[in-house]
């Protein structure tokens, strides 16, 4: 029989097509259809029935349809391309490897090998190279689907605004609570089910297509598309944690800050963010690199709970995702108020300090709430132990910024025991500032009636002083600020390359309108049935919105040189593209903020609120862009028309916009001691503390006194950045594989997690869960971690999210308390007090520069 009828048989043969064969052609039929099937049972990571299915059977026709020679092409371009690639599988990388060396170097049969090298250059082709993308999308898309239709902007509308609200409040808390997509989604399934059956199919014709009230089934990607706007829309907004800054009494205490400050803002933010991430699509979507690990438990619950699942045996489990995941959510909702309300200490697992409670050097080494965290066992409440998201991000991010993480604290247990700059007479890890007699630094002192510096306050008062941590943190981010797109721009510059050209090519050429045309990765080329959006339309509402910020700065009394707020635009633009590569591939958001601060304190000296408003579009560019890049990435993988996820991003942010607005107008007016340290509820606005500190030091003082008197060595740290990137990028270039997975970009950003209300803490917990399956589980017992990886995380952050509102619903507003040993015990000592220093000043004693050392 010839090589063409034999693939057609395997292809699509049953046992009775093979049967109509005799002897051993029959024998070598069925063992070559065996081991098809169990080849492409591997690399898709199923099992069982999975050959019946339409994604099979077209993997399997395209297996068919490829030549030995087309599938050696794809394999040695794979190679190429995939070879510092940290998401590619090391074991298919090598196996790919052996395949191009030929069949001797294989050690299979002529038959077998030829199967091995054509199905491995179809999975790459046709679908996708990582196992976890080809677990949570498909191969084929159906362009007939209902997608955009008036039951989604219904049901989007009504959740982005639940979403939007709840998550702004939780947001100030720590440790944080969100109503995530994942929690959502589970609550906008039933939701759309209900539409299907009790809205009447009323509509209308627009443009020659109908559009219906109810046209039918609940879709998979109705389903997307409402999470991709609640995933938008339902977040916490960044402009007001400027606001609370802003206008809090404890803070700046700018009364004037009211709601057409704050909407301006609030507005220009959101949309400027949503106009450059459209503008980046060439570089961290379209990629087949840019997998984006933190999206992808949202599509696996997504295809839980709309795909049909066929029951199957995955190493003795059977139970299907979607009873699966209601099994965790309901553990989890009932199990989290445990640590929460029953018995907080296993939340805040400090037991070390229980030992003796009024050791200031055990609670500095161990403590979870003043000190540095080293502790094995730090938690048993999955809020803290997602922290740092060890069951969506490679274990080999978590492992190389849980490694920063450690070698910073040493380093900083080092300083402060060595007093490095008067660190000793402060707490050693929070975002505070305090003055030379060791109290709160108190802004009001050293400023004229219009929020000016005045000099000869400051010499009478204090040089504002911060804590070893936040000196840590400090040092890390200015290295990262020039360490990042140096490494990155060695590293990846072919693809920033030829994404700038075609970026280029897109503007010059509006007719052309698409980037699809630039890529040929499988993705790409099923959504090129679908109009993409043009640039321009996305870099008309990024001039818009920054034209709306700079009236807004003008408007109201900010003392803001509209000039400040252009320049740190430029600069935040040029930093977002190395920046979200390292998110894209990693799973982690570099916070790349701060350099706009120091860059404020420069041009505008002396000025703590022009600090805050040129801050805010550096924070914006590296957080709110990068969302909406992640969300369009989703759209990506699961075939929704680009220019319906432009129409309901556009939606989502507007609403959001308002709703923001008032979540945090309620907290200001509802919660008591709002965003102190010491709030009784955990509302201690972590990052409004954050805000407030690096305005201070590098607004009001200025970059120029800290940097030349209070802590002249740390404007070093701009040159360590790229000076520590060369070893690493030449073991990378000529170590080969042995260094793959040393990243350093993720090492300093882990050093970097110091100076928060965070530490070691909590990130111990997730390096053990991040190994035990991101790594142990995923390498041992693929087929089961990918169909049961992602639905555990989705499942039991479910259960935490929604038990965690709940709580505050009935305990946290009403002030309920148990009090009992479980309930104290973690904060009776002193690190509970969160207050103790190393070293203590006496009554009227100072630290730090004399008079006359600073001016």
């Not at 997504?302 to 959510?329: C, D, S, V």
């Not at 609120?609 to 990435?633: L, P, S, T």
């Not at 690096?694 to 209070?710: A, I, K, M």
Request: aromatic letters at 16%; charged letters at 15%.
């Amino acid at each position: 029989m010839d090589n063409e009828k034999k693939d057609s048989v395997i292809v699509t043969a049953s046992d009775a097509v093979i049967d109509d064969f005799e002897g051993d052609e029959k024998q070598k039929l069925a063992e070559m259809r065996k081991h098809i099937e169990e080849i492409v049972l591997t690399e898709t990571k199923e099992n069982s029935d999975i050959l019946d299915s339409r994604y099979s059977e077209f993997i399997i026709s395209k297996i068919s349809e490829m030549t030995a020679e087309e599938a050696m092409r794809i394999l040695s371009e794979a190679v190429e391309y995939h070879k510092d690639d940290f998401n590619f599988p090391q074991e298919s990388y090598e196996k790919i490897k052996v395949l191009l060396g030929g069949i001797e170097a294989s050690g299979l049969e002529a038959d077998i090998y030829d199967l091995e090298l054509r199905v491995e250059a179809s999975m790459i082709k046709h679908h996708s190279p990582y196992p976890e993308v080809r677990a949570v999308t498909d191969p084929v898309d159906d362009p007939n689907v209902p997608v955009e239709t008036i039951r989604v902007y219904i049901l989007g509308s009504i959740w982005v605004a639940i979403g939007a609200f709840i998550n702004e409040m939780f947001d100030k808390r720590q440790p944080s609570l969100s109503l995530d997509s994942t929690v959502i989604q589970l609550l906008v399934y039933p939701c759309g089910r209900l539409c299907q059956y009790i809205l009447p199919d009323w509509g209308f014709t627009f443009r020659g297509t109908r559009h219906s009230l109810n046209p039918g089934p609940w879709t998979y990607k109705e389903q997307m598309l409402v999470t991709v706007m609640v995933n938008v829309g339902a977040n916490w907004s960044n402009f007001v944690s400027y606001a609370i800054t802003m206008k809090l009494e404890r803070f700046f205490n700018q009364q004037w800050v009211g709601f057409g400050f704050i909407f301006i803002m609030n507005f220009s933010t959101q949309f400027f963010g949503f106009g450059l991430a459209g503008l980046l699509r060439r570089w961290v979507v379209y990629p087949t690199k840019a997998m984006w690990p933190t999206i992808l438990p949202t599509l696996a619950l997504n295809r839980a709970l709309l795909m049909p699942e066929k029951k199957q045996n995955i190493h003795g489990w059977t139970i299907t995702r979607y009873k699966f995941f209601f099994y965790l959510f309901i553990g989890s909702f009932i199990y989290f108020w445990i640590p929460s309300v029953l018995f907080s200490a296993l939340s805040i697992f400090n037991w070390i300090t229980w030992i003796s409670p009024t050791n200031v050097k055990l609670a500095i080494i161990t403590g979870s709430f003043l000190g540095l965290g080293y502790n094995p066992i730090t938690t048993f409440d999955w809020a803290v132990i997602n922290y740092s998201k060890p069951l969506v991000v490679p274990f080999f991010s978590v492992a190389n910024r849980y490694v920063g993480v450690l070698l910073g604290g040493i380093l900083l247990m080092g300083c402060y025991w060595t007093n490095i700059r008067w660190t000793s007479y402060l707490p050693i890890n929070t975002s505070s500032v305090y003055a030379n007699d060791g109290t709160k630094y108190n802004i009001s002192k050293v400023l004229n009636e219009d929020n000016t510096f005045n000099r000869t306050k400051y010499m009478e008062y204090s040089p504002p002083y911060i804590t070893m941590g936040n000196l840590m943190n400090n040092a890390a981010g200015f290295a990262l600020y020039t360490a990042v797109p140096f490494y990155i721009l060695i590293t990846e510059w072919n693809v920033i390359k030829e994404a700038c050209v075609g970026f280029y090519k897109g503007i010059r050429s509006r007719n052309r309108g698409s980037a699809f045309g630039d890529f040929d990765d499988p993705m790409t080329r099923m959504m090129k049935v679908y109009p993409e959006v043009p640039d321009w339309w996305f870099m008309i509402i990024l001039l818009l919105s920054l034209v709306l910020g700079i009236v807004g700065v003008a408007a109201f009394p900010t003392t803001t040189p509209v000039w400040s707020i252009i320049i740190i635009q430029i600069m935040g633009v040029a930093m977002m593209i190395p920046t979200a590569i390292v998110y894209s591939i990693t799973g982690y958001q570099l916070g790349m903020h701060d350099l706009a601060v120091i860059l404020a304190g420069y041009m505008v000296p002396q000025n703590g609120m022009a600090n805050m408003m040129c801050r805010v579009y550096g924070y914006n560019v590296d957080d709110r862009a990068e969302n909406y890049i992640a969300d369009q990435k989703m759209a990506h993988y699961s075939k929704v028309p680009p220019r319906s996820i432009f129409r309901a991003q556009l939606w989502a942010s507007l609403i959001q916009t308002f709703i923001t607005i008032g979540a945090i107008q309620f907290l200001m007016d509802t919660v008591p001691d709002f965003c102190s340290l010491s709030q009784k509820n955990k509302f201690v606005c972590t990052f409004p503390n954050s805000l407030y500190a690096d305005s201070l030091l590098y607004g009001v003082v200025g970059p120029v006194r800290t940097f030349n008197q209070t802590y002249p060595t740390l404007k070093y740290a701009f040159l360590i950045g790229p000076l520590a990137m060369i070893p690493f990028i030449i073991l990378r270039k000529w170590g080969g594989n042995k260094f793959k997975y040393v990243h350093p970009v993720l090492i300093l950003s882990g050093v970097q997690k110091w100076g928060t209300t965070y530490n070691l803490s909590y990130y111990t917990p997730g390096l053990y869960i991040g190994f035990a399956f991101m790594w142990y589980i995923r390498r041992y017992y693929l087929t089961w971690w990918t169909k049961y990886n992602y639905i555990l995380t989705s499942g039991l952050t479910a259960g935490v999210a929604f038990s965690g509102i709940l709580i505050f619903c009935s305990i946290t507003i009403s002030q309920s308390e148990i009090n009992w040993w479980g309930n104290t015990v973690n904060s009776a000592g002193v690190d509970g007090a969160r207050v103790a220093t190393l070293h203590q000043l006496t009554e009227g004693e100072t630290f730090g520069l004399k008079p006359g050392e600073y001016y």
